[in-house]
């Protein structure tokens, strides 16, 4: 029994990697570049590519240019962190 459990748990922790790694591919290509150039010009530029790949992730958009413009995207432009300021750079 316990022999079970622990084959069912091993296959489904395989399983939910290989999905992990399938999402994650086809984030990089289009978030990495447009964070590259939102934040290409940010005195802190790890943090605001940090927090630009999560919100691009989320919202499949960068606004154009390296500040302002979020009004092409309104859910980059919506999202807010626990101190209610906005989150994406």
């Known amino acids: 029994?316990?022999?079970?459990?622990?084959?069912?748990?091993?296959?489904?922790?395989?399983?939910?990697?290989?999905?992990l790694e399938s999402t994650e591919a086809t984030y990089p290509s289009f978030c990495d570049s447009k964070c590259g150039e939102r934040c290409s010009k940010a005195g802190l530029k790890k943090r605001?590519?940090?927090?630009?790949g999560i919100c691009c992730a989320a919202c499949n958009c960068v606004p154009s240019g390296t500040y302002g413009n979020k009004s092409e995207c309104p859910c980059y432009r919506d999202k807010l962190n626990s101190k209610g300021k906005s989150k994406c750079p």
Not at 48 to 52: A, G
């Open 1 to 19: 029994m316990k022999s079970w459990i622990a084959t069912m748990l091993l296959v489904t922790l395989i399983i939910g990697s290989a999905f």
């Open 48 to 52: 605001c590519i940090k927090y630009c």
